[in-house]
């Protein structure tokens, strides 16, 4: 099973696994297509022959990266999301050195993912998914993190205060 970009030919695909991962709240191809045009470079598939097991569309910004991760329901839990992830972690930087991601209330397995891999979940938004009317968690993974000494736990500097609330 081959890692590859994200290329213009697999919209069709990405777009229709994107409806079988977020029944709810799937891109449209339109969005689809303009984030591959756009952010190619660091879009990613994983795929057997033909057939796209997983994809993670990345949007980067000025000093973070926002991930959207799908992989199919039939190959999950073999480390498809982790290769993925892993990959996308590696292209960060000092200057590009946050990486987001939202997971709604109710997918308590990618917040376990998302924890498992060193995110820590820093806000919720009530209103983030509009079309599922369910509250949604960013969750972020930074390169370096700071220490806080109080509780022990690696966590963002500037977001030290707040994290109990989650």
Known sequence: MDIVNLQEHY???IYQLEKICYPNEFLS???????ITDF???????KDNEFII?????????????????IHPQYRRLQHATRLLNKVKSKL?????????????DNLDGQLFLRSHGFI???TDNTHYKRRKT???MFIYRLEWGFNEQNGILVPDELELGLDAV
Do not use: M
């Open 11 to 13: 919209v069709t695909k």
């Open 29 to 35: 191809v339109n969005q689809i297509q303009s984030y």
């Open 40 to 46: 190619a470079k660091n879009g990613l598939l994983i």
């Open 54 to 70: 997983g994809y993670s569309i990345v949007i980067n910004d000025d000093t973070e990266i926002d991930l959207r991760l799908g």
């Open 93 to 105: 930087n000092h200057s590009k050195n946050i990486l987001k991601c939202w997971v709604p209330e």
């Open 121 to 123: 979940c820093t806000k």
């Open 135 to 137: 509250p949604g968690y």
